[in-house]
């Protein structure tokens, strides 16, 4: 047994011995490449600026980045000159906190190695000249405190104390700064236009509320903060799927095609193979009758699924939109982890965030899933050994050739020690890379297994495990696997030898010291490891592999023009992946900066190096997903603060097995330990708040632009931005190269079709071949058009409300609105076309986001729209509808709207409304559908505002138009606010009804007028001077005053005086 054991003891012990000479060959190589890779990177930068600044191309509005010059070298001035405000600017909150977290890092570990290399390199120098053998050291081993005995060791614990310090210090400054930029963000205007940004998502809705009157249940009951309006979200069934099939089918299709009209169509016919072993047999079928029949099939059966969507039943979550932005987060804040009815009610993330197929997961699936995630992770942990101990084995090649498993071994590092040297330097960690790259997809697919509902909380997920992976398996049972093995081999070794049991005993005494120097020889591997890393840092810039997969598939297998868009698109930078390889690095570099000084050193470099690499790619190269604000700095500072703690116990243990964990001078290394706790906790209870939520004082509260509720539902603001995607996402087309379609009219034998205009718009160089729409894409349209890239990352975004008060009426489409069976105007209906740029003129030509600002559109925009009224939309609501009393709290269910009924509120007669000034409760009877009241009128945009269906007597579109035409060129636009605007008909509006016209408080909603704050902090009314009543109303805002207004729903609106006197256009 012993004789079985003894050459895998020598392996890990010979490696377990510094090696100088692996080391410095693998320092060597690693530099002269990186130096290759980087001449090669300044000589291809001008010839291919699509890959390598995609950026100057294709970016949002005017966050071009700087200008790039082709000179050698000519990227590192911008570098230097561009700071971070710029940035800020430029690349976003995400990106500036990524590159901040590097600055964090070269700073911290520039003073580490500081401290360490001018400190602890000479006592462990001296230490070892004086008191450690020539045969038992190297000059390596000299530099460590592998072999230091006695108080030589309390230098090594002073500068663990200073490197504490620094580490918190550093901290606490860039965690302040974080917070600020933090602020900036919530404060700037791109968010403050978010419509996202003051929307609650409120989650794991009871099925007795999922409701749209449910969520006003749930959030009114909570919050004392106007909504303007409520989106229950309903099934989808495998819709998304379906949609998913039919885009995949057709790069199938276009994968063909490509292949098959490069050779002039001259070729066989492709055909596609359904069953058969090994191309043997099976069913033989035309590919493209095949696909273009399996495309049609597709694309009717989404069109077919969409349009009964109304009858899907709803799901556990929806969306309240509130009124200002500072009310969302006040809101949410407020309601953090106390489930209201019990739902949990969150700040709603960016849409594009989201993982649809999570939000309906119930507890009990989230559950399950989570531990059938944690099983399968548990177990690629533990196969992930098997390549960890072919690592540990490779990076002690000595070893295994003294072992004499591999005798070739012996003779090679006999008869070339320099080549050896290399294999032994290189092939480790780069074996461990290899192994590495694959985990992190892994993660991030148990992540979303286990239901994460969006891929920002993914992203913390995955940064959270990968990096307790990295710690665990990495540094933890890499050192371990040495100390077990050796443990156990000189145990069997003198159980073989016959020794006495008191003799075995006696020899466990050396255990402590082989723990000891086991860790501190694994330093070896990590000194080849740091400049491994920065080697593949700078391969990543230059993405060699990147252009010869490309050149390669281009000359091979070929490419479609989708392929080309999406190549020549600005990659996504995965912030998760590279957070936890940083994170795993400073690891590594703090854990052992007080044992070894250079391990600290290489992290340096490593660190330098990197943070001028990695500007330069979110600069130029990579782009954000998704915006989250630097949602992801809290977790890698956690993280960091979790590396200090574990640099501390390593000391600690150091310490105990050097010294004794008996004596009483253990004591010296706990005080930074309780330091770093305390800390934390004082972090947290400083910024954390300030760091999730922005909440405003009361001049940024009184100064929040507030939003009405017409002005959400003008569009249908809430199921447009947080319905579901596939309800709404654009089926692909298949695309040629406009050369071969000659070639593709020959294939379909002369089936040409005149597009048809079933609600949709005709494009240019679009054919319909077969009844199948193809896309015809000329050479210069090859790469992906920056205006639409524009569009679709946030300048023409359809989530924002970044249209001033006039555009949102201005830019508004002639045809928003039909008259129906009911006569009364509709909201507009829910399109399934790409709602981000594709509107449509009056005469179906399509609109590019160009042509919507010109000042033809916007005049012709302008014109009066004919009015009418409908039935409100499925599954919408509208608060001020809620047949609440103004004076109850309580909060009752509302009926569903649906297509096929309506609800009107009974009018109120004067004699229920009281005396002048006195503002009385509504008691509105919930009506059924035998005894409803006849619809009402309302004015030109009334599908605005669904709360005007409360008249008896119908008026005809004719008549309002020619009664708003009278008012609109009169000239005498006034408003007023008093009391007496809550007045029965009779007592405020006879006197200013047209001869012949009725009452406009019979037809006329009754609407606020927009004040504004003056400089003595008093409220003036603002002049309405514009043609067209605005979409978007501004709620009064708070003054000395003007006390807060309680908003309830279906009561009438705030009233304040105005001097200038009552006027006719109260709404």
Known sequence: MAYELKPLQDAFNAGRTLAPAAVGTQVLIMSVLSLATMLLFNLLRPRNKIVYEPKAKYHIGDKAPPRVSDRFCGWLPPLIHTKEPELLEKIGLDAVAFLRFLRLMRGIFAGVALLTCCVLIPI?????????????????????????????????????????????????????????????????????????????????????????????????????????????????????????????????????????????????????????????????????EYYTHKLKQTEAAVETYRSRIVDRKPVNYGFVSLAAVPYAHIAARNLARKHPRGATVTLAPNPKDIIWSNM?????????????????????????????????????????????????????????????????????????????????????????????????????????????????????????????????????????????????????????????????????????????????????????????????????????????????????????????????????????????????????????????????????????????????????????????????????????????????????????????????????????????????????????????????????????????????AELFTPMVHAEQMQLLRQVYGGKIEEEGNEGKAREPNVQVLDGLRIAAIRQSDLQYDPVLYSRDRGEYAFDNDRFSLASTTMLSSSRVSQVNDYNRMSAPPLSYAPQSYARVDRDGALLSPQSILTPSFIDSQSRPSPTGHSAPPQGYFDPRLSPVPAHSGQHQPLPMHTRDSSMSPRPISAASQGPPGVRHSMHIQEPTVSAMPRPGPAHENSHHSLSVYSQDTPRTSSQLQGRYADQHHSGQRQSSHSRDSYLPPAQTTAAYAPPGQPHLRDSLPTFPQPYTSTGSGSLSPSSLNHQQPSAIEEVPRISPEHPPVVFQFGAPGPSFPDPRGPSPEQY
């Open 360 to 728: 309906t997961k119930s507890k009990r699936s989230l559950s399950c899933k989570r531990l059938i995630g944690f099983g399968w992770l548990s177990v690629i942990c533990f196969l992930s050994l098997i390549p960890l101990l072919l690592v540990a084995a490779l990076a002690n090649l000595d070893g295994v050739a003294a072992a004499g498993y591999l005798p070739f071994l012996q003779s090679w590092s006999g008869n070339s020690s320099f080549t050896f040297a290399i294999v032994s330097g290189v092939v480790p960690p780069a074996v461990s890379g290899i192994f590495t790259v694959f985990l992190p997809r892994i993660m991030r697919w148990l992540g979303k297994y286990q239901g994460a509902p969006t891929h920002a909380r993914l992203d913390r997920a995955v940064v959270a495990r990968y990096f307790a992976f990295l710690v665990i398996s990495q540094l933890i049972v890499f050192t371990l696997i040495g100390v077990i093995l050796n443990s156990v081999t000189e145990l069997v070794d003198s159980i073989g030898r016959r020794a006495s049991a008191k003799e075995i005993l006696a020899n466990l005494d050396k255990l402590p010291g082989r723990i000891s120097k086991t860790y501190i020889n694994t330093s070896t591997y990590w000194l080849k490891f740091f400049p491994l890393r920065g080697f593949l840092v700078i391969f990543d810039l230059a993405q060699i592999l990147n252009l010869l997969w490309i050149s390669f598939k281009t000359r091979v297998f070929g490419r479609t023009p989708r392929d080309i868009r999406e190549w020549t698109q600005p990659p996504g930078f995965e912030y998760s992946i590279y957070y936890s390889n940083l994170l795993f690095m400073a690891a590594v570099g703090l854990i052992f900066a007080p044992l070894v000084p250079l391990v600290a050193l290489a992290a340096a470099v490593v660190f330098w190096i990197s943070s001028w690499i990695y500007k330069y790619q979110l600069m130029y190269v990579f782009t954000t997903k998704v915006e989250t604000g630097g949602r992801l700095w809290n977790v890698v500072i956690n993280r960091v603060l979790v590396c200090l703690l574990m640099m501390q116990c390593l000391m600690i243990l150091t310490i105990g097995l050097q010294l004794s964990f008996r004596s009483v001078k253990m004591i010296i290394a706990i005080p930074p330990i309780l330091g770093i706790i305390v800390f934390k906790l004082w972090m947290d209870r400083k910024f954390n708040k300030n760091f999730h939520y922005y909440l405003p004082d009361e001049d940024e509260l009184r100064a929040a632009h507030v939003h009405s509720t017409r002005a959400d539902t003008v569009k249908q603001k809430l199921q447009t931005r947080f319905g579901h995607p596939s309800l709404h």
């Open 124 to 288: 462990n120098y001296r230490y070892n000249l004086a008191h450690v053998k020539l045969k038992r050291r190297d000059a390596l081993s000299m530099l460590t405190i592998r072999d230091l005995k006695g108080s030589a060791i309390y230098g090594h614990v002073a500068i663990s104390y200073l490197i504490t310090i620094l580490v918190l210090g550093l901290v606490f400054l860039h965690g302040r700064a974080m917070v600020k930029l933090r602020n900036q963000w919530f404060k700037s205007p791109e968010y403050m236009q978010s419509f996202y940004a003051r929307t609650l998502a409120i989650t794991n809705v009871p099925k007795r509320l999922q409701t749209d009157a449910g969520l006003n249940e749930i959030i009114g009951n909570a919050s004392p903060y106007p909504v303007t309006s409520i989106h229950m979200a309903r099934t989808v069934g495998e819709l998304p799927q379906l949609i998913e099939f039919h885009n995949q089918t057709v790069r199938d299709f276009e994968a063909i095609l490509v292949k098959y009209l490069k050779a002039g169509n001259t070729r066989a016919r492709p055909v596609v193979t359904f069953g058969g072993i090994f191309g043997f047999g099976g069913v033989h079928k035309d590919a493209i």
